[in-house]
């Protein structure tokens, strides 16, 4: 299996359940997770035979764009979108963290991880 990451992806945006976190916003770190099969892109040195990191950074900039009260709702988004437009794509596991919760305490930030195969089952 071959994978594609991308890593500690910044953006701002408004996602949130209070009020003003739909106002003020604040930094999130994405991390992504993808695997399909690389192996022709790696014969043959071209990019239609891969996925672009571009055009996945692309749809998670798009989407965070959309506000949510949670961050479970941008994930699943997020990974419908990247598998909708890669079908070829057998699992993604994506990670958001914002980074400025309104919580007590100090901390680097509060996260959730989604993921989905998209194998089918035997």
Same mark, same amino acid.
């Given at each position: 299996m071959s994978k594609i990451y991308l890593e500690d992806i910044k953006?701002?945006?408004?996602?949130?359940?209070?009020?003003? +976190?739909?106002?003020?916003?604040?930094?999130?770190?994405? $991390?992504?997770e993808l695997h399909?099969?690389?192996?022709?892109?790696? +014969?043959?040195?071209?990019? $239609?035979?891969?996925?672009?990191y571009?055009?996945? $950074?692309d749809i998670i900039h798009d989407e965070m764009k959309i506000k949510s009260k949670l961050l479970e709702h941008v994930a699943g988004r997020i990974i419908?979108?990247?598998?909708?437009?890669?079908?070829q794509i057998d699992y993604i596991k994506l990670k958001?963290?914002?980074?400025a919760p309104p919580m007590k305490g100090e901390m680097r930030g509060?996260?959730?991880?989604?993921?989905?195969?998209?194998?089918?089952? $035997?």
């Open positions: 953006v701002y945006a408004y996602h949130g359940v209070l009020p003003e +976190e739909n106002t003020i916003g604040t930094y999130y770190i994405l $991390n992504t399909t099969d690389l192996w022709k892109a790696a +014969e043959s040195d071209d990019l $239609n035979d891969t996925i672009s571009a055009d996945i $950074n419908a979108a990247l598998h909708k437009k890669f079908p958001i963290t914002k980074t509060a996260s959730i991880e989604l993921e989905q195969s998209f194998k089918p089952q $035997n």
